[in-house]
């Protein structure tokens, strides 16, 4: 099994950065693509990003790709994201999710397991 813990949120002008952190947990947590999604007030939760095991491959939503950064030091079993450039509409709760299969898209259904969520505001 694998436990995800969300951190690094908080309040940020737009234009400024923030940087996420998901620390696993579990002895195979670092054979598992790890995502981020997010989900804003009133909307529907939606794909962020998402790394394979190893850190070689990536891929991003096309609303933050270019700005947001996902990354992984699994020695340390923790999976980030560096957003960059932030604004507005990036406000939301952002989770952190495993699964057991990495593939170069959006992840409609989610993946197996799930963070709590931590809180990201961007004020204009």
């Known amino acids: 099994q694998v436990q995800l813990v969300e951190s690094g949120g908080g309040l940020v002008q737009a234009g400024g950065s923030l940087r996420l952190s998901c620390a696993a947990s579990?002895?195979?947590?670092?054979?598992?693509?790890m995502g981020w999604f997010r989900q804003a007030p009133g909307k529907e939760r939606e794909f962020v990003a998402v790394?394979?095991?190893?850190?070689?491959?990536?891929y991003y939503a096309d609303s933050v790709k270019g700005r947001f950064t996902i990354s992984r030091d699994n020695a340390k079993n923790t999976v980030y994201l560096q957003m960059n450039i932030l604004k507005p509409e990036d406000t939301a709760v952002y989770y952190c999710?495993?699964?057991?299969?990495?593939?170069?898209?959006?992840?409609?259904?989610?993946?197996?397991?799930w963070g709590k969520g931590t809180q990201v505001t961007v004020s204009s």
């Open positions: 790394i394979n095991w190893s850190g070689g491959r990536t």
């Open positions: 999710a495993a699964d057991s299969t990495y593939y170069a898209g959006n992840y409609p259904g989610g993946m197996r397991y």
């Open positions: 579990g002895r195979t947590a670092s054979s598992y693509a």
